[in-house]
C-alpha cells in the first residue's frame, strides 16, 4: 500500500471532469519548451532570468509558458524583491515525464533507434555519451 497524502478513488467511478482535467494537464505538457522548463526545474527553483539564459529563448516566450503551466497548477511561484521563483508544484510530475520518456525510448528501441541516432546535445556529446 502506498504511503501517500491522497488516497487516489477507483478510476473507473471517477466523473467525465476529471479525465477532462488530466487531458487538459497532458495538452498543457504536450510543448517540447514546457517539457524542458519541468525537466530544468527538477533540479529546483530557479528565477526567470536563470530559465532564459539556460533554456536560450526570449523573456516574454517563456513567461508565456510559465504563466499557462501557473495556471494549470504544474509550476508554483515564490517571489524575493523584484524576482519570480518558479518551482513544480507537484513533484509526481517528473516521475510521470520519466515514464513517457522511458516509453519513447522503448518504442523507438523496437523500432531500431539508439541513443546515437539522435542530434547532439550543446557541448557536443549525444544522450549515450552524457548517461555514462
Known amino acids: ?5 491522497t488516497s487516489f478513488p477507483d478510476q473507473a467511478a471517477l466523473p467525465p471532469k476529471v479525465w477532462e482535467l488530466q487531458a487538459d494537464i497532458c495538452q498543457t505538457l504536450a510543448n517540447p519548451k514546457r ?5 530544468l526545474l ?5 528565477s526567470v532570468g536563470d530559465m532564459v539564459q539556460a ?5 516574454a516566450n517563456l513567461s508565456q509558458h510559465l504563466s499557462l503551466m501557473r495556471q494549470k497548477g504544474i509550476l508554483a511561484t515564490r517571489r524575493q524583491g523584484t524576482t519570480i521563483f518558479y518551482r513544480i508544484a507537484a513533484p509526481a510530475i517528473i516521475a510521470a515525464c520519466e515514464t ?15 541513443y546515437a541516432d ?3 546535445r550543446p ?9 555514462r
Open 1 to 5: 500500500m502506498r504511503n501517500n497524502k
Open 35 to 39: 517539457l524542458q522548463i519541468l525537466h
Open 42 to 46: 527538477k533540479e529546483g527553483e530557479r
Open 55 to 59: 533554456l536560450g529563448v526570449a523573456k
Open 100 to 114: 513517457m520518456r522511458q516509453v519513447l525510448w522503448e518504442a523507438l528501441q523496437e523500432r531500431g533507434h539508439r
Open 118 to 120: 539522435f542530434p547532439l
Open 123 to 131: 557541448g557536443g556529446q549525444n544522450a549515450e555519451a552524457s548517461e
